[in-house]
């Protein structure tokens, strides 16, 4: 069975798969596809030690090729990026993403009857060891998560999981102050504490869980507002200096930080009109070689360039609807 395929059986209303019984670069999928709620993960990364990250990088390398920041569908209308906002200073794009995000108006929060209906598309690295060009993403069929998805949070295996209405409440229950709030996240979504999932550097932990957040949907916007003010004090965040593209093809702005111990980044893309949360990447950061083998096979040297995107998530839609099957 091809990964892509697999990826789309995958979806919200199965168990989540346990992250430590699957090779970390594949279970970058996986997460991706599995929690349909959205408030779902395209992050096993973080349990790998700093060897069993280049390995994990490598499984997603053999099997594909690279994604690239190719032309692709832009978004209708002026992006608020163009001209008005530089990218080369992320707090500054993180407080005036806050600051547009204040000035909407809340919305009650959905109904414990309601669902959450998503659609997202993943593309990953399919290749060989010089790493070409990722082929079309893939489109995942729409999906419905209840609100109160309390049975799935209370029998899945992914530690990360949170209902839609555990991550609102907890949103909107964050303190002003960033420390506070990164102290509060990291609580809410926890890092390891053994072999198997080793604990992340405090920096590293508290992008990580603030990633799961701001993605999280449905999110007040004076909540992602104080997520974002914070995520600019989280040491090592950088932006990159001009729009990226998400898995869609379309436009994005790209919040970065380099996995401690490893040659890739993370990256948190914000639609550059709205400052809405539309995806994440996980892209090589600095050239790098590594040797796999197995004591079976043939040694075999993968290279990775700097640029190269590993994997690449996007939101396509994300609503709250009154019945399973409804689309907005």
Known sequence: MDEMTQLREFRADAPVPDRRALAPGRQRLTDAAASGRRVRRLRADWRVAAAGAAAAITVAAVLGTQLGDAAGPARSGPASTAGTLRLDDPAEVLNRAADALEKQPARPEPRDDQWIYTRTAQAASQGDQNGSSLGPATYDPASWVPYDNSAAAR???????????????????????????????????????????????????????????????????????????????????????????????????AITRKEDGGHEQREILLDPHDFSYVGLRFVVAEDYAYTLSDGKVERQTFTFKAGQILSSEARIEAAVVDAKGEKP
């Open 155 to 253: 029998n899945g295996k992914d530690s990360d999981y949170r209902t839609a209405r555990q991550v609102y409440r907890a949103a909107n229950a964050l303190p002003d102050d960033p420390a506070q709030l990164l102290a509060k996240i990291r609580t809410f979504y926890p890092t390891g504490n053994a072999a198997e999932s080793p604990p992340e550097g405090k920096a590293q932990h508290s992008f990580r869980a603030i990633g799961l957040m701001a993605e999280a949907y449905p999110v007040a916007p004076a909540a992602l507002a104080r997520i974002y003010r914070a995520m600019a004090t989280i040491p090592g965040v950088r932006v990159t200096d001009h729009l990226v593209k998400d898995a869609a093809g379309r436009e994005a702005i």
